[in-house]
């Protein structure tokens, strides 16, 4: 997608990434289930390579979705930020409620997302093909 400042600089746009952080089972807008696209498979991301994220306090995570094993750049520098690549193999594994899943090779959501709505105990069928008729 071209930049629409003219730098020519590109950028990419995830509207489906709106995890609840603050764990309520309530649906935020672009969860809803009509505004999902659930007819692309998820096939893996560059968290922790290409891209990572950055809090406030100068915590950073391979992706603003999963927040855990967060490298401190305040104590570790840049050079921390060369632990992301292994840190983003082992939270993309299928694990948890996933692991095992019949269907994981046609998961249309990463599994950290996967794992923010479980933990927001949102429902089934907003990220995952067991929650749906397509699955049986």
Do not use: W
Not at 60 to 85: F, H, I
Not at 105 to 129: I, S
């Amino acid at each position: 997608m071209p930049s629409p400042s003219g730098t020519g600089a590109s950028r990419q746009e995830y509207g489906t990434i709106s995890p609840t952080y603050t764990g309520m089972p309530e649906l935020l807008a672009a969860q809803a289930p009509g505004f999902l696209d659930k007819t692309s498979l998820f096939k893996g991301c560059s968290a922790g390579r290409a891209f990572f994220h950055v809090d406030p306090q100068g915590l950073a995570t391979m992706c603003k979705v999963s927040r855990e094993n967060p490298v401190d750049l305040m104590s570790e520098g840049l050079d921390g930020l060369l632990r992301l690549p292994g840190i983003a193999d082992a939270q993309t594994l299928r694990t948890g409620d996933c692991g095992g899943c019949r269907l994981s090779g046609t998961c249309r959501v990463c599994r950290p997302l996967a794992k923010a709505y479980q933990e927001a105990k949102a429902p089934l069928n907003t990220y995952c093909r067991h929650g749906s008729e397509e699955a049986s």
